[in-house]
Each structure stands twice: as C-alpha cells, then as structure tokens.
C-alpha cells in the first residue's frame, strides 16, 4: 500500500479564473485554467458574472482534467478545493461542486486555504527545481493580497506584514486605469515598463511601520501627477507613457523590496519565496535574482503558471493534508475571508 499513487483532484473558483488539476502525488499530470475575457469590458471583475460564469465552466473545466490526466474518477484518492478567501459566489460554485462530486465518489474531501496554496505551490514536483527548506520567508502578492509570511513548515504559517489598504495588484490596474490601459493593467505595465527609464518621474513611498504595506497613498499620488501633467500638456501619457511606467513600477517593486530586506533582517531567514498573480512581473522577478547576489539570498520563484489563480496550487495542497489525514466534513463552508 506504501507505494500507490495517490490522485488527487484540485478546484479553484476564489474569482474569474475556473481552473481543475489532476496531481499523482507531487507531480501534475493536467493543469487546466478557463478565463473570464468579459470583465475587462468593466476594468474589474464583477462578482455577479464571475460566479455565473463559474457555472458554465466547472463541468467542462473538471472533465478536460480529467480526461488530459488519462485517469478515470474512480482511480482519484480525494477533491481538494478553494474554501477562501475570494467571492463569495466563485467560492460556492467550487464549493458546492466538489463536495458533490466528493459525496458521489464517496472519497474524502479538503478544504484549502487560497493564500497557503500560493505558497505551497512551490512544493509541485518540477525537473531542475530547486528544493524549499523551512523555515522560508514568503512574500504573496496579487490583485487582492500583498503579505509577507513566515513558513515554517507546510501548515506553520505566520503573516510578519501585510497591506493596510490596498493590495500591489490593484496599484497597477488603477495607475493602469488613470494611463488609458486595458483591464489587467499588470502586464502591459511591465512589458511598457522596459522601455522606459525608472528614473524619469519620482514617486513617494509611503511611510508604513513594521512589516506592513500601504498602496492606497501612491495610487493617489499617480492620480493627481497625471492630472497635473495632463493639464499642462494634453499629450503628456502618450508622449511619456513608457517612462511613466518605469517610474511606476520601480517605485512598486522600491516599496516590496524595502519590506522584504527589513523581514530578512529581522528574521534571519535568507531563503525567499514569492507567489501570487503579480510575481510573475519581470521586474520583481529581476530584483529578486540581484538580491541573491548582492545580499547573498536564495530566491525561489514559481513557473508563470503557478503564478496566478489554478488548481494546480489547490492540488499540492490536498496532496500534502492527503498525507496527514486532514479531511474536511461535507458541512464545510466557504468563505470570502479567511486567514492563513
């Protein structure tokens, strides 16, 4: 019995992306993501039309995972699931789906938190992957969170530092916004980003304690220099948009960096990871490699896939409670906040 493989099928539905994964232990066999192109026409997700769209997607979704990984439903060990955070409504779609899905099968059922799955991400087994030790430090950062977490072991977690208002995502889709950019502003951020000079236009960092972060003030910030600029030349974002943002993302990735080297030299701890849907910024991902070097760090950064909202995460997960026995009740509820 030591040696059977242990299949585990993960569901994620925290917002606009209906993603299923097939793990066979550590390793993936499919990864599959279904994305909502229809909240760009809002530049935001839209909770109503996220959890409908859900609805369409999640059968066709968990099929294609099943069927990519070349198993059948009765070879699968366990449903993993995101129960939090996220939108309520996406949270019930996968909810509901995998605890029926789960009952039918009558196979055990774990619950995940989204925040811990970002993380554990790094825990897939890839070729060439560089193996996590504990304790690690873990900075998240995406549309909705921004933290800084210590890891101690795989459910040893605690947040050193978080954002008090805004999470990094939302600074580059509003700074996106206030620059006539489509919805996610993030990438064409930084790919515009690279043809800039970072050093053009100066922003302020915000003043926060501790470990904490604030991105409420910068976002002003970028508002009313845009406004002021605009008003003195009708053309400045078009004859400037590149250098504008270089500055806006030097300026971003100044704030992440400061807090991290701080978390660093408060902790001890000099094995970095990062997850979430903005650590596949190139940027950052350059200002991580330069720490290695420059402050003698190792850095740990995911594939691009593992990157932003998918299963694959929640599967590595369900693996890792498979393994300690941690299964949920069927009275499990989600829920739209939830800690690590």
Known sequence: MKNENIYILGIESSCDDTSAAILCNDKILSNVVADQKIHAEYGGVVPELASRAHQQNIVPVVHQAIEKAGISKKQLSAIAFTRGPGLMGSLLVGTSFAKSLAFGLNIPLIDVNHMQAHILAHFISEENHKKL??????????????????????????????????????????????????????????????????????????????LNFSFSGLKTAILYF???????????????????????????????????????????????????????????????????????????????????????????????????????????????????
């Open 226 to 340: 845009v406004q002021r600029e605009t008003k003195a030349n009708p053309n400045f974002v078009k004859d400037n948009l590149n250098d504008i943002c270089a500055s806006i993302q030097y300026t971003i990735i100044g704030i992440l960096m400061d807090k991290l080297k701080l978390a660093v030299k408060q902790t001890g701890i000099k094995h970095i990871a990062i997850g979430g849907g903005v650590s596949a910024n190139s940027g950052i991902r350059k200002a991580l490699e330069d720490a290695e070097h420059k402050f003698g760090w190792t850095t740990y950064i995911p594939k691009f896939e593992y990157t932003t909202d998918n299963a694959a995460m929640i599967a590595i997960v369900g693996y890792l409670k498979y393994l300690e026995k941690d299964f949920s009740d069927f009275d499990v509820m989600a829920t739209a906040r939830l800690k690590i």
């Open 133 to 210: 030790p504990f304790p690690f430090l873990a900075m998240t950062i995406s549309g909705g969170h921004t933290q800084i977490v210590k890891v101690s072991n795989y459910f040893e977690m605690e947040v050193l530092g978080e954002t008090i208002d805004d999470a990094v995502g939302e600074a580059y889709d509003k700074s996106g916004k206030v620059l006539g950019l489509g919805y996610p502003a993030g990438p064409e951020i930084d790919k515009l980003a690279q043809l800039g000079n970072p050093k053009a236009f100066r922003f302020t960092k915000p003043k926060v304690d501790g």
